[in-house]
């Protein structure tokens, strides 16, 4: 019985020889004797009991079909418990993440508490879709707070921001500063960020500047170099999310034992989306944030307006494709 999980022919694959190994009646004969069909047969009850799971994970079939109310929340809920791992190992050999992360995020290993509000931290690393992020949560009817400066950081640390409970989302492209002065343990963020791949991403960030009249870092003379050139001579922008995890300068080098910290802490503390793949991420940070299409009445309007087929990408900059191999590529 227990064999019957294994597909017919895998079955006699496993137990027998090829046709070229039958004997005169035609039936195909054991390969390897006794022994051999004795250790297949312990080994498939072995795959087997795989499929014994304890009483507590077995469900019963229900009469009627669920209703869709019954099928969004299971599917959530599933999602959910996916989005989420296991606690970290306290082995002596792993790196612990950084103190203001162990302290004042709540860990991936921990489901979010739906009898109290969590305010959100997204990390807005540049050209990484943090401002369709943004957009889109707005469009929902969150607020919205961007603290795009330690300064700015401070006066609403001074202000009470999070223990207010006036804000659902705050974007911040200083992650350790903000955590740090703007939660504590008894109001820890749920932290949020978008990766993208950081050669695109600095690509992206070289034509960028050159048109962008509207930011602080406009760099008009960009325009009159070639992206190899920029790479050689102007590019300052190295080990960047390290370095912003870490509490660095750009001008400061990042260690070894930077970037394990900077793993550590993400592995345990951050719900991490790719923009390659936007719509999908969204959906993860919506999970563990209760944002869905029955709480929010907006929530397939915004979808539809920031992801539909036919949408045009918004805070998108069309420029020159640089191929993955050319001598720009590998130097970044």
């Not at 090829?18 to 312990?42: D, F, H, Q, Y």
């Not at 009991?49 to 099928?71: C, H, T, V």
Request: glycine residues 6%; positive net charge.
């Amino acid at each position: 019985g227990r064999l019957s999980f294994i597909p017919t022919e895998q079955r006699h694959a496993m137990t027998m020889s090829n046709s070229s190994g039958s004997n005169g009646g035609g039936r195909p004969k054991a390969k390897g004797g006794p022994k051999a069909l004795a250790a297949v047969i312990v080994g498939s009850c072995a795959v087997a009991s795989l499929f014994d799971a304890p009483s507590s994970f077995l469900r019963p079939m229900p009469n009627e079909p669920p209703s869709s109310s019954q099928l969004s929340s299971t599917s959530e809920e599933l999602l959910r418990r996916q989005l989420l791992v296991p606690p970290p190992s306290t082995s002596a050999l792993d790196v612990a993440a950084y103190p203001w992360a162990r302290t004042k995020v709540a860990p991936l290993s921990e489901a979010p508490d739906r009898s109290r509000k969590e305010v959100a931290l997204f990390w807005h690393i540049p050209k990484s879709g943090g401002s369709t992020a943004k957009a889109f949560y707005r469009c929902l009817g969150k607020v919205v707070d961007v603290e795009s400066q330690p300064g700015q950081i401070k006066k609403s640390e001074q202000m009470g921001l999070v223990p207010s409970g006036k804000v659902d989302v705050i974007f911040s492209s200083y992650p350790d500063f903000a955590i740090d002065h703007l939660f504590d343990p008894d109001h820890k963020a749920r932290a949020l960020a978008m990766f993208r791949h950081p050669v695109d991403r600095l690509i992206s960030k070289f034509y960028y500047l050159q048109v962008a009249t509207w930011e602080k870092t406009y760099r008009p003379e960009w325009k009159k170099i070639d992206v190899l050139d920029w790479v050689k001579t102007n590019n300052l922008d190295n080990d960047h999310m390290v370095k912003k995890l870490a509490g660095k300068l750009q001008r400061d080098t990042a260690t070894e034992t930077d970037l394990q910290v900077a793993m550590t802490t993400l592995r345990q503390s951050f719900v991490v989306g790719l923009m390659r793949e936007m719509e999908e991420s969204i959906g993860r940070f919506n999970v563990v944030m209760g944002i869905n299409d029955e709480t929010e009445k907006k929530h397939r309007g915004c979808t539809n307006k920031f992801f539909g087929q036919e949408t045009k990408k918004r805070n998108a900059h069309e420029h020159p494709k640089v191929e993955k191999g050319s001598p720009a590529w590998d130097l970044l």
